[in-house]
């Protein structure tokens, strides 16, 4: 799904008559750190479009080299068609035939087809040696007239579903099982898996997903240690009641792309322990060689915990997940899993956030639409506040330390979130089952909406703040390279319904443990303030952000240094949120001016 976000930030005079316009008695507050002043339109540029924009043949990365002070990724993987050939024998594999059994005699370069409408049992790709000029391409045996384009979405559809109910409509004027179906049969068996080593594979139009069984599955396709992979127009899902865990599994591989494919029903009920996790897309917790080189561009992920995320890295891992797009998806949780709504399920399905990275580096988030947070869920990790986006690097306590596990040099640029209860939260706190990671730094999150925060029926919504930065207390002080620096935030804009509790729980260590986070940038955007506007998590006075009065000013001041918060609008309020800015030298409005186009 691709959405030009256009940016909203006119001049203050511009802006206030707007708000004047609409009836609105606001607060607004400026804490002006810096001679900038907002004088012109921004207009967000769209996201730029196309599975291989970033990307030239001969996996050349053309993302640049860096966005402001986070790094980009330094290697790609084109996954054109045109650059996948399948140039030897076609083989199809009928009803009741062993996928398995026509791979192991498969040559590099051949098809296998799979036919279309027919159910096939779980298989496992072999290690072959292909190359870039031959690819073993495994598909439904339709037509390709049958299929959606390349570059297209693919949907239920095609598997002959006309719609899945509290999901957004697909356009299906016919429903013709044209897919081939693969499904899990057991627990621990996944649909679809790889050898170590094998490699050069695309697959195309499979249906994945598991039985009706009421056993809980731990993965349907798992890469594992396999290298250059495309799923390409899949439908990769679970069922509506049952525990599948990750639709994906990408550890220990590299150069995987995920495109143009739908996945559906992740998901677990925290009520049926040990289940505190699920996820879409899943990877970060086992490599002990680089992994990375990721294309997740222009496909629908669903899961109630996270819809894809990174980490924890378990015991044995040395190293994060690197240069990885992800790039035009859909991010979405049925409201119908939340409880409260109208038509809730009653199945108590965790839920957490749509992107999770904790354990990652060189990672770039763009142009997605983010749908559907809530709050509540509560389990040894604490009650969950539900952030569309979070960054917050840890490691499996049981692998503590491990040097190379970080989230670092992360950009968030040009996406579109709404009905949430949280926009994006970057922390850092250890837990009793979580440890600090080694690296915490350069974000660059910028041209992004987050609307609707604080929805009607949102679940524990009026207890969540919409931002939150925090990273440790003097009781549980993060080793040096995981304390939060290097964060810019710029020309974001956050819209909510009704009144939030609150627009920012922020902290950290105090200047006797230093040190402390550093070089936090926050400019040119809009936040609602809330009732409270500011606050902190606890901690007492081991917490940077407890201050006995002017507050945020001295929050600020108490635990970020340096840094900047400047040319932003604070909506609503009142007086005392920000009586500190009473009298202050410099004003938020320079004179009013007009210019073409306001």
Same mark, same amino acid.
């Given at each position: 799904?691709?959405?030009?976000?256009?940016?909203?930030?006119?001049?203050?005079?511009?802006?206030?008559?707007?708000?004047?316009?609409?009836?609105?008695?606001?607060? %607004?507050?400026?804490?002006?750190?810096?001679?900038?002043?907002?004088?012109?339109? #921004?207009?967000?540029?769209?996201?730029?479009?196309?599975?291989?924009?970033?990307?030239?043949?001969?996996?050349?990365?053309?993302?640049? &080299?860096?966005?402001?002070?986070?790094?980009?990724?330094?290697?790609?993987?084109?996954?054109?068609?045109?650059?996948?050939?399948?140039?030897?024998?076609?083989?199809? %594999?009928?009803?009741?035939?062993?996928?398995?059994?026509?791979?192991?005699?498969?040559?590099?370069?051949?098809?296998?087809?799979?036919?279309?409408?027919?159910?096939?049992?779980?298989?496992?790709?072999?290690?072959?040696?292909?190359?870039?000029?031959?690819?073993?391409?495994? +598909?439904?045996?339709?037509?390709?007239?049958?299929?959606?384009?390349?570059?297209? +979405?693919?949907?239920?559809?095609?598997?002959?579903?006309?719609?899945?109910?509290?999901?957004?409509?697909?356009?299906?004027?016919?429903?013709?099982?044209?897919?081939?179906?693969?499904?899990?049969?057991?627990?621990?068996?996944?649909?679809?898996?790889?050898?170590?080593?094998?490699?050069?594979?695309?697959?195309?139009?499979?249906?994945?997903?598991?039985?009706?069984?009421?056993?809980?599955?731990?993965?349907?396709?798992? &890469?594992?240690?396999?290298?250059?992979?495309?799923?390409?127009?899949?439908?990769? #899902?679970?069922?509506?009641?049952?525990?599948?865990?990750?639709?994906?599994?990408?550890?220990?591989?590299?150069?995987?792309?995920?495109?143009?494919?739908?996945? *559906?029903?992740?998901?677990?009920?925290?009520?049926?322990?040990?289940? %505190?996790?699920?996820?879409?897309?899943?990877?970060?917790?086992?490599?002990?060689?680089?992994?990375?080189?990721?294309?997740?561009?222009?496909?629908?992920?669903?899961?109630?915990?996270?819809?894809?995320?990174?980490?924890?890295?378990?015991?044995? !891992?040395?190293?994060?997940? &690197?240069?990885?797009?992800? +790039? #035009?998806?859909?991010?979405?949780?049925?409201?119908?899993?939340?409880?409260?709504?109208?038509?809730?399920?009653?199945?108590?399905?965790?839920? @957490?956030?749509?992107?999770?990275?904790?354990?990652?580096?060189?990672?770039?988030?763009?142009?997605?639409?983010?749908?559907?947070?809530?709050?509540?869920?509560?389990?040894?990790?604490?009650?969950?506040?539900?952030?569309?986006?979070?960054?917050?690097?840890?490691?499996?306590?049981?692998?503590?330390?491990?040097?190379?596990?970080?989230?670092?040099?992360?950009?968030? @640029?040009?996406?579109?979130?709404?009905?949430?209860?949280? $926009?994006?939260?970057?922390?850092?706190?250890?837990?009793?089952?979580?440890?600090?990671?080694?690296? *915490?730094?350069?974000?660059?999150?910028?041209?992004?909406?987050?609307?609707?925060?604080?929805?009607?029926?949102?679940?524990?919504?009026?207890?969540?703040?919409?931002?939150?930065?925090?990273?440790?207390?003097?009781?549980?002080?993060?080793?040096?390279?995981?304390?939060?620096? *290097? %964060?810019?935030?710029? #020309?974001?804009?956050?819209?909510?319904?009704?009144?939030?509790?609150?627009?920012?729980?922020?902290?950290?260590?105090?200047?006797?443990?230093?040190?402390?986070?550093?070089?936090?940038?926050?400019?040119?955007?809009?936040?609602?303030?809330? &009732?409270?506007?500011?606050?902190?998590?606890?901690?007492?006075?081991?917490?940077?952000?407890?201050?006995?009065?002017?507050?945020?000013?001295?929050?600020?001041?108490?635990?970020? !240094?340096?840094?900047?918060?400047?040319?932003?609008?604070?909506?609503?309020?009142?007086?005392?949120?920000?009586?500190?800015? $009473?009298?202050?030298? @410099?004003?938020?409005?320079?004179?009013?001016? +007009?210019?073409?186009?306001?």
């Amino acid at each position: 799904m691709t959405k030009q976000i256009t940016r909203h930030l006119p001049t203050c005079a511009r802006l206030l008559d707007v708000l004047l316009i609409a009836g609105l008695v606001v607060y %607004v507050a400026v804490l002006a750190a810096s001679s900038k002043k907002v004088t012109t339109n #921004h207009v967000t540029p769209a996201a730029p479009l196309g599975e291989n924009m970033y990307c030239t043949p001969g996996d050349i990365p053309t993302f640049g &080299t860096n966005d402001g002070l986070a790094l980009l990724p330094e290697t790609c993987y084109y996954t054109d068609l045109s650059a996948t050939p399948s140039p030897g024998n076609v083989t199809l %594999v009928a009803v009741g035939q062993s996928v398995s059994n026509i791979l192991s005699k498969a040559k590099c370069g051949d098809t296998v087809e799979l036919a279309a409408g027919s159910s096939f049992a779980p298989f496992r790709a072999p290690a072959k040696n292909g190359d870039a000029s031959h690819y073993i391409t495994v +598909r439904t045996s339709a037509l390709d007239a049958d299929m959606p384009l390349e570059g297209t +979405r693919i949907t239920p559809c095609y598997a002959g579903v006309l719609s899945l109910e509290g999901r957004p409509a697909y356009p299906c004027p016919t429903a013709t099982n044209v897919m081939a179906k693969v499904t899990g049969e057991t627990a621990n068996t996944s649909a679809i898996s790889f050898v170590s080593g094998a490699n050069y594979y695309r697959f195309i139009g499979l249906e994945v997903t598991r039985d009706n069984n009421g056993s809980s599955v731990s993965k349907l396709i798992n &890469t594992n240690g396999a290298n250059h992979i495309i799923l390409d127009r899949m439908w990769i #899902h679970g069922t509506a009641t049952d525990t599948t865990l990750r639709g994906i599994s990408l550890d220990t591989s590299s150069y995987i792309a995920i495109v143009d494919s739908y996945f *559906n029903d992740f998901h677990c009920q925290s009520t049926v322990p040990p289940c %505190v996790d699920n996820r879409a897309i899943g990877a970060g917790s086992s490599a002990t060689s680089q992994e990375g080189t990721w294309k997740i561009v222009n496909n629908y992920l669903e899961a109630s915990a996270e819809d894809l995320a990174f980490g924890i890295p378990a015991a044995a !891992s040395t190293t994060a997940p &690197t240069d990885v797009e992800i +790039r #035009h998806n859909y991010f979405y949780k049925p409201t119908f899993w939340m409880p409260g709504d109208p038509n809730y399920n009653g199945l108590s399905f965790i839920v @957490r956030d749509h992107v999770e990275l904790k354990n990652g580096t060189r990672i770039l988030i763009e142009g997605n639409a983010l749908q559907n947070t809530w709050g509540g869920f509560g389990a040894g990790y604490g009650v969950q506040q539900g952030p569309s986006i979070l960054l917050s690097p840890r490691v499996n306590a049981a692998g503590f330390p491990c040097p190379l596990c970080v989230v670092t040099n992360i950009t968030i @640029r040009y996406n579109a979130a709404s009905h949430l209860s949280q $926009a994006f939260a970057l922390t850092s706190p250890a837990n009793t089952i979580e440890k600090f990671g080694s690296g *915490n730094n350069n974000f660059s999150i910028h041209d992004d909406v987050f609307d609707d925060l604080n929805y009607p029926g949102c679940y524990q919504c009026s207890k969540i703040f919409t931002n939150a930065l925090f990273g440790g207390t003097n009781n549980s002080v993060p080793p040096p390279n995981d304390v939060l620096q *290097n %964060v810019t935030v710029d #020309h974001i804009t956050e819209v909510a319904s009704g009144v939030p509790i609150g627009m920012l729980s922020l902290g950290g260590t105090t200047a006797a443990f230093p040190p402390q986070e550093s070089n936090i940038t926050i400019t040119n955007s809009i936040f609602n303030a809330g &009732t409270s506007g500011f606050t902190n998590p606890g901690g007492g006075t081991a917490n940077c952000a407890v201050v006995s009065s002017g507050a945020p000013l001295a929050m600020f001041d108490n635990c970020w !240094s340096p840094y900047l918060f400047a040319d932003n609008v604070v909506v609503g309020g009142n007086a005392l949120t920000f009586k500190n800015l $009473a009298g202050h030298p @410099r004003p938020f409005c320079h004179p009013p001016r +007009r210019k073409s186009g306001l």
